[in-house]
């Protein structure tokens, strides 16, 4: 793996293979030699990829997943909770942002907060009245064993690779010149961390416009956040390389 950053470090800079915000991770996991896929595995040698430009202070996403439970959760969310589209108000969505150590507000409405239960070993969203503080549901979560089960076969070992960027207008280059090995997180570091505010939950959750699945939901990347300067304390090791 270190091999591989190696000699992309060497090739200078490269332009994005993709004109958003992805196309840091897409240029590079093309030029390693990584096969674009969706399985819960790592990308690569056994190390899940990420990248980032360097100096950014966006939140990574650490991994996405729907809820354990209940039962269609993105679905009865999205009906319970979200907002219709400007262009078809007959469809909702659900864009919202949460941590466990505070509330946030949504649509002047309500108020999103994730719950650590420890003695049943979940993660719940909860969701209440922003005006009254009354809870609304929180019928929908993660149990521990699936989130620690995603940290052992998905992010066991992490490579973090740091670009520098250079854009000029739509068109974005990169040189990835540092990279970090971030080996063993642990589902108590985590649970930790989400309890301290230091990872964020991402509810992502639209409806399909057309087509077959009309109507029903689309996830476009539920999962947990973290800023760069936590994953030291996710990890049990971590070293660096130029």
Do not use: W
Not at 153 to 181: C, Q, T, W
């Amino acid at each position: 793996m270190i091999a591989r950053f190696r000699a992309v470090k060497a090739m200078g800079y490269i332009p994005s293979h993709r004109t958003n915000d992805t196309g840091i991770g897409k240029t590079f996991e093309d030029c390693v030699g990584v096969i674009e896929n969706n399985i819960d595995a790592p990308d690569l040698f056994g190390f899940e990829i990420k990248a980032h430009r360097e100096n950014s202070s966006s939140y990574v996403t650490l991994f996405t997943k729907s809820p354990s439970f209940p039962k269609d959760a993105n679905a009865t969310l999205k009906i319970k909770f979200g907002t219709p589209y400007e262009n078809n108000s007959s469809l909702n969505r659900l864009h919202t942002s949460m941590f466990a150590d505070k509330g946030n507000t949504y649509k002047n409405k309500y108020s999103f907060q994730l719950f650590v239960d420890t003695d049943q070993e979940q993660i719940l969203i909860q969701v209440s009245d922003l005006h009254t503080g009354k809870l609304l549901d929180n019928s929908t979560g993660y149990t521990f064993a699936d989130i620690k089960d995603v940290l052992t076969k998905k992010l066991e070992n992490l490579f973090y690779v740091s670009a520098r960027s250079d854009k000029k207008g739509r068109k974005e280059k990169f040189l990835f010149h540092k990279a970090e090995i971030y080996l063993h997180p642990s589902i108590e570091r985590f649970i930790q961390l989400l309890q301290e505010g230091k990872i964020m939950y991402d509810i992502r959750i639209g409806s399909y416009q057309s087509g077959a699945s009309y109507g029903k939901p689309h996830d476009h990347g539920s999962g947990f956040r973290i800023m760069p300067q936590s994953l030291k304390e996710l990890f049990s090791s971590y070293e660096e390389v130029e």
